[in-house]
Nanobody
Framework: VQLQASGGGLVQPGGSLRLSCAAS????????MGWFRQAPGKEREFVAA????????YYADSIKGRFTISRDNAKNTGYLQMNSLKPEDTAVYYC????????????????????WGQGTLVTVSS
C-alpha cells in the first residue's frame, strides 16, 4: 500500500486546513485509517481514526470538536478537516492504515498501524 498525504501548509491561528491521504496498491476500504502527528522533539501522537466504512470515528481529546476525519472509499482517499487551528497543532501529520480490531486503546498506538504516508507539514503561526 502506498499512501500520499497532502494539504499541509502555513495557516494563521484560528484558520483551517484539510489534509488528504490518497491510497493505492490495495483496496482502500479494506482497512481502517488513522492520522497521527509529530511535533519537533516529541513523540508521534494519535489524532483521529476512522473505520473501514466511515461509520465510526475516534478522536484524541486534544483535537475533539475541532478536527473531523472522513473518507471517500470510491476515491481511495481519506481526509482530516482541521478547524480553529492553534499554534500547538504545528506538526508533521501522517496518515496510516490499520487492520486490527476497532478498540480505542489499540487505535492510539502507532505501532499497531501497518502502512504510513510520508507526512505533510502543518504550521500554525501568525
Amino acid at each position: 500500500v502506498q499512501l500520499q498525504a497532502s494539504g499541509g501548509g502555513l495557516v494563521q491561528p484560528g484558520g483551517s486546513l484539510r489534509l488528504s491521504c490518497a491510497a493505492s496498491g490495495r483496496t482502500f476500504s479494506s482497512d481502517a485509517m488513522g492520522w497521527f502527528r509529530q511535533a519537533p522533539g516529541k513523540e508521534r501522537e494519535f489524532v483521529a481514526a476512522i473505520n473501514r466504512s466511515g461509520g465510526s470515528t475516534y478522536y484524541a481529546d486534544s483535537i475533539k470538536g475541532r478536527f473531523t476525519i472522513s473518507r471517500d472509499n470510491a476515491k481511495n482517499t481519506g481526509y482530516l478537516q482541521m478547524n480553529s487551528l492553534k499554534p500547538e497543532d504545528t506538526a508533521v501529520y501522517y496518515c496510516a492504515t490499520y487492520e486490527g480490531g476497532w478498540y480505542a486503546p489499540y487505535l492510539r498506538l502507532p505501532n499497531n498501524y501497518d502502512y504510513w504516508g510520508q507526512g505533510t507539514l502543518v504550521t500554525v503561526s501568525s
